[in-house]
């Protein structure tokens, strides 16, 4: 069964900084998605970022980016810039093509220091 | 507005007394789930459903049913609730053609059992 870890329950940063959140998993499969979700105080759950597996290219949305280590089964976010808006929850989530299901990761938790 | 549609947003209720939490989306998608949210859990799914009238079991169903009598809702039951039922709700949706279709969350519930 497939696995997702986020090994950093908190994290902080100064606004106008980088900041790289890590997600690790795991599966026996060669191909699926990977997302990043933002979760800010409202509970609205936000897509940031999705990658293909198959794709070598690291996804990117304008100040968020990934770092997707294929073999090393790592999909790092990086946000550019900090604002104070990137507060909020982020999830990591695993998506087999197999099936519709999403394997999720305990979140962390990002706080931006003005 | 292409939506998830979840009500209540907030539910306090007392252990035994039957509640139903609704959802309906509008974008005529198959595939619809149920998820819970719990600090250091991240999102479990209770159950999903891949069209109307087909509906399977996730990773953590106990203490809950739904239903799947039309496309656009998907409603919850809670039969008998019981305090460690206590948890963020969410419904999302997703079309099923497309490999790379995104998951529309609804708004949560706060769900509270006393």
């Known amino acids: 069964a497939q696995t997702v870890t986020q090994s950093q329950p908190e994290m902080s940063v100064q606004e106008a900084e980088t900041v790289t959140l890590s997600c690790t998993y795991d599966t026996s499969e060669s191909d699926y998605y990977l997302f990043w979700y933002k979760q800010p105080p409202s509970r609205q759950m936000i897509l940031v970022i999705r990658?293909?597996?198959?794709k070598q290219q690291n996804a990117t949305e304008n100040r968020f980016s990934v770092n997707f280590q294929k073999a090393a089964k790592s999909f790092s976010l990086k946000i550019s810039d900090s604002q104070l808006g990137d507060a909020a929850m982020y999830f990591c989530?695993?998506?087999?093509?197999?099936?519709?299901?999403?394997?999720w990761g305990a979140g962390t938790k990002l706080i931006i220091k003005p | 507005e292409a939506q998830v549609t979840q009500n209540p947003r907030y539910l306090i209720t007392v252990t035994g007394k039957k509640l139903t939490v609704t959802c309906s989306q509008n974008m005529n998608h198959e595939y619809m789930s149920w998820y819970r949210q719990d600090p250091g859990l991240g999102l479990r799914q209770i159950y999903y459903?891949?069209?109307?009238?087909?509906?399977d079991k996730g990773d953590v169903p106990e203490g809950y049913k739904v239903s799947r009598k039309e496309k656009r809702n998907f409603p919850l039951i809670l039969e008998s609730p019981s305090p460690n039922q206590t948890s963020l709700y969410f419904c999302a949706s997703r079309a099923r053609t497309g490999r790379n279709s995104p998951l529309h969350f609804g708004n949560g519930t706060r769900l509270t059992v006393t």
């Open positions: 989530a695993y998506r087999s093509l197999s099936n519709y299901q999403l394997i």
């Open positions: 990658q293909e597996a198959y």
């Open positions: 459903s891949m069209n109307v009238e087909v509906t």
